[in-house]
């Protein structure tokens, strides 16, 4: 499932710079893709934290399983917002 899903990401963000230098104008794309990786770095950052107080709160070997459960949905949407992108 995890192999899928990677495969499908690489493709979908093989156009993903393509994609960008249309739609942003060149004299924002800085600033665009720089506040693009702030908040890629803060939602890692807030997903850790959250998982971490998960782990902590909660006992047994199928706290495990949950996250692995929220991962797999997490891909798919993911996939879904990439196959609504544009050619």
Same mark, same amino acid.
């Given at each position: 499932?995890? =192999? =899928? +899903? #990677?495969?499908?990401?690489? *493709? $979908?963000? /093989?156009?993903?710079?393509?994609?960008?230098?249309?739609?942003?104008?060149?004299?924002?794309? $800085? /600033? #665009?893709?720089?506040?693009?990786?702030?908040?890629?770095?803060? /939602?890692? *950052? %807030?997903?850790?934290?959250?998982? !971490?107080?998960? %782990?902590? =709160?909660? /006992? =047994?070997? @199928?706290? +495990?399983?949950? %996250?692995? !459960?929220? $991962?797999?949905?997490?891909? !798919?949407?993911? %996939? #879904? +917002?990439?196959?609504?992108?544009? @050619?």
């Amino acid at each position: 499932v995890m =192999g =899928g +899903f #990677y495969v499908c990401r690489a *493709l $979908g963000m /093989s156009s993903w710079l393509t994609m960008v230098q249309e739609i942003v104008p060149p004299h924002d794309r $800085g /600033s #665009y893709l720089s506040r693009q990786e702030w908040l890629r770095q803060a /939602s890692i *950052l %807030l997903i850790a934290v959250v998982t !971490a107080t998960y %782990l902590v =709160g909660v /006992s =047994g070997v @199928d706290r +495990f399983l949950h %996250l692995m !459960a929220v $991962g797999v949905v997490a891909a !798919a949407a993911s %996939l #879904y +917002f990439l196959w609504r992108v544009p @050619d």
